[in-house]
């Protein structure tokens, strides 16, 4: 075969070939966690995600060491009723003489625990009936996209209330009715971008293959709609912790006493004249985070366009 | 050329020096240039994409982007420096006394303009006529461009002229204040071959009549043979050589342009005569140039004192200069090159021919119809069809190469998908290894997949982004079964070592390689299950001319290893021919002519063909081309002409029979077959079109 390296080239090739081979899980994991880094160390060019990180992950923090930092028992009455903020109450204590800052500090668990599960699971929905309208085309694209109209049409709240009527408020009902409603948003992100990637050559290579629909799907699409889905992801958990709030200052959220942001604030909302701090602080609780989260989305897709 | 020399210089260009700031580093995008321009001369800027050609022409014009600026150097136009001055002592002399021709007609102009308004704002604004004078003044610049019915272009937008005569409303525009210096940055680039000809000829009867000074930058070194009096060599940067046009083509000086001239298929080679020599390595990044020569990494004639001092331009022989000191060793040598083993020239051996048939068509045709909608119907607008593939009929032999060439819509890309399955054929049939496959790929046998593959044109969008080398690889390696399981990952390796790249290729992504590795892992990628046929779909178009080299010999040397047949689609007459052992020609979706490449450059030949063959520009100023020009552009697909398609702009019309009848087919022997009126005699008494 003419243009064939010498017989010692082939040798030194096969060499280096060998070294290659073995992959063992160990390799697959440090390359996962090198891609990781690098994918983090990136981010970090961009100071709106820096910032957006900083406030989310401060969040993620108070929330977990909760029972470390709260000075309190949130349920507890540790002082005198609607008292200003104090060296003892730093945040001074709510109309019925509990402290506010055990209770903010507890008070985030609902929505940091709920909206990124909430979330997850719309991904994950919308993703598959996005890829498949998209990729499908014809019939099946129509039917799913009627269905999603209709589903976007419907009011959210007005569903939960009802689901609510029937089987009682839990978080399990947030949390499907949430997901249920953020399913199109995403299934039409993904179509849109499902459409653009299958006319790419190497999705035609796919098919000369012979590769089944699922293959192309999942193994060469959806791997390249990864970046716009965890963009789109954050921004979401931003609105869903908005509405998780919303739901608890309508009071239909999860039931008291439990510390909750929203509820805090709709509690308090009476004595808002004369004792703000119980109003103002989970409401500033609330919007820091969707700003952050808000923050980090865009920062994300910032620094991934400006490779 | 005496004359010329004599008369005055327009621009002087002296260490010329330009910076880019960007996110990581200070580029320095151009390095000690210097050239001159006399009255009435042109000269010409070749060189590959990032070599600084483009941002040296913009850096006269002052039309940098935000973060570059001029770093050294003088640009003195007419002994007037352009560095330092401000928009607004630059605005009397652009447009007016420089002009500039851009690339892309459709961005230069206006969409939302009428032609008139843009045309006569030029004379508006920098001689201060009135409307009506400018008018009278812009439809006798678009008489001079050869264009037909002045005044109702006038009144046309853009969108509704076709590439070509946009063109050439953008060099009247640039001509109307007769510029003493114009400036063409690869004008005719986006534009089909025959109406680049015509475009070419336009610019050399312009200068004869308008004596400007003229810049022309092209990648394309035929181009600049056929326009240029001198030609500047770039690379990375910096000027290499520069030399009037005869001395570059037939007596290069510096190892760059002889290996640039190397590289490159003429319409006068084929594999088996002058094989090409494709330059090793690859360009390097302007943050990490080599501290001496900048072409030494990839220079077969490097010595030591290469590697560390910056050679300097030394002006030569009178009127030449070269950047390198070893030119007068080189002016002895041949000018062939030898290049290291893995990328050496193949000598493709004369193999006896396989007869047996490895895909057949019989009047196959692919039709894209659109169908109206509901509000369509209901407006009583008809069902339009493109028929993008018209009855084409063809016979492909085992361990061929058969080569498919047409200007744009003539349909060679449709009939690449077609054939391959990608889109489902309207009408016919094809056979390929005697089974029959006339649907789409999802419904052909499975076995019959593995046998047929496909290398396509874009080399950014061919490789799945998030996959690395190994797992492209392995894929079809394991679909096929080509080997068994424990045997995938030497086969891999092997696969790679066909396309010339190492094994540390095995984990890389494609974002990390540049478009020539790309393109030959998509060709291992085809190879791998060892297809019997594969078709490529413009494999190089996107690629660097120097990279080009390679992969073709990549392409050559695997089909030659597996004995596979190739189908190549191009637009590019000369790789075609260089390539190929077969051609079709295609226009408008039918076919008007197949036969053996030679016999296919020799009359008898279809008048399509002689068009097509006297518009290739040859990268050589000695060749003698007939001027067979066609009028007007490409008709529309959706609405093609009755009878023979190409009668509309046929040269040699034969008369009525060539609007109302298809042609016939003429034997001309040999499975030389041609589709015209004109009587097989007629034909054969043409002039040839390229004789050297």
Known sequence: M??????????????????HKSRTVFDHVRDGWQALRGRVVFLFESKTAVVGLAIVVFWIAVTILAPVLAPYPPNALTGRVSESPSMEHLMGTDYMGRDVCSRLVYGGQTILLLAPICVVCAEIIGATVGLTAGFLR??????????????????????????????????????????FSSTPGVARLMRGLVLEIRDLEFVQAARLRGESALYIM?????????????????????????????????????PPPDPDWGRMVSEGRAWILTAPWIVVCPSLAVSSLVIGLNLLADGISEASKRV | MDQIRAKETVLKVEGLEVLYETRQDDLKAVRDVSFEIRRGESLGLVGESGCGKTTAALAIMSYLSSNGRVTGGQILFQSENLVGKTDKELQPIRGSRIAMVYQDPMTTLNPSLRIERQLTEV??????????????RCVEMLEKVQMPDPEHIM????????????????????????????????????????VEATVLDLIRALRHEFDSALLYISHNLGVIARVCDRVGVMYIGELLEEASVEDIFLRPLHPYTRSLLGCVPSIGTSKTTHPLHPIPGRVPRLNRLPAGCVFEPRCAFSQEQCREVHPPLVTVEGDRSVRCPGWQVLRGEATTLV????TAGLTVSDRREDTRSVLSTSHLNTFYTGKPSWIGRLMRKKEQCVKAVDDVSLDMKRQAILGVVGESGCGKTTLAKTIVGLIAPTGGEIEFLGVDVSKIVEKRPKEVLKELQMVFQNPDSTLNPTQSVRQILARPLRISRTVPRSQVHE????LLEAVSLDASYLDRRPGQMSGGEKQRIAIARAFASRPELVVCDEPVSSLDVSVQGACLNTLLGIQQTYGTSLIFISHDLSMVRYLCDYIVVMYLGKVCEVGRTDDLLSPPYHPYTEALLSAVPVPDPTVQQARIRLEGAVPSALNPPAGCRFHTRCPRKFGEMCETTEPPA??????????????LEGLQEIEPAVSE
């Not at chain 2, 050439?168 to 005719?188: F, G, H, Q, S």
């Open chain 2, 491 to 494: 086969e891999v390796c092997r």
């Open chain 1, 218 to 254: 999942f193994r060469e699409i959806l791997p390249n709609c990864l970046g716009p889905l965890i963009v789109d992801a954050c921004l979401r958990v931003g609105y869903t912790s908005f509405w998780i709030g919303s739901l608890g200052f309508l009071g239909i959220g999860v």
């Open chain 2, 123 to 136: 004379l508006v604004v920098h001689e201060g006529l009135t409307k009506r004078e400018a008018h009278g």
């Open chain 2, 339 to 342: 290049s290291d083993d893995l």
């Open chain 2, 155 to 194: 009144e046309r937008y853009p969108h509704q002229l076709s590439g070509g005569q946009q063109q050439r409303v953008v060099i009247a525009m640039a001509l109307l204040c007769n510029p003493d210096l114009l400036i063409m940055d690869e004008p005719t680039t986006g534009l089909d071959v025959t």
């Open chain 2, 666 to 679: 003429l034997w001309a022997g040999g499975g030389h077959i041609i589709y015209c009126h004109i009587p």
């Open chain 1, 138 to 179: 014809g019939m099946v694209d129509e039917v799913i996209l009627r269905i999603l109209d209709a589903i976007m049409a419907f009011p959210m709240m007005l569903l939960y209330m009802i689901i609510m009527a029937a089987t009682g408020p839990s978080k399990i009902n947030i949390v499907g009715v949430i997901a």
């Open chain 1, 2 to 19: 003419s243009g064939v390296p010498q017989s010692q080239s082939v040798a030194a090739s096969s060499r280096v070939a060998a070294a």
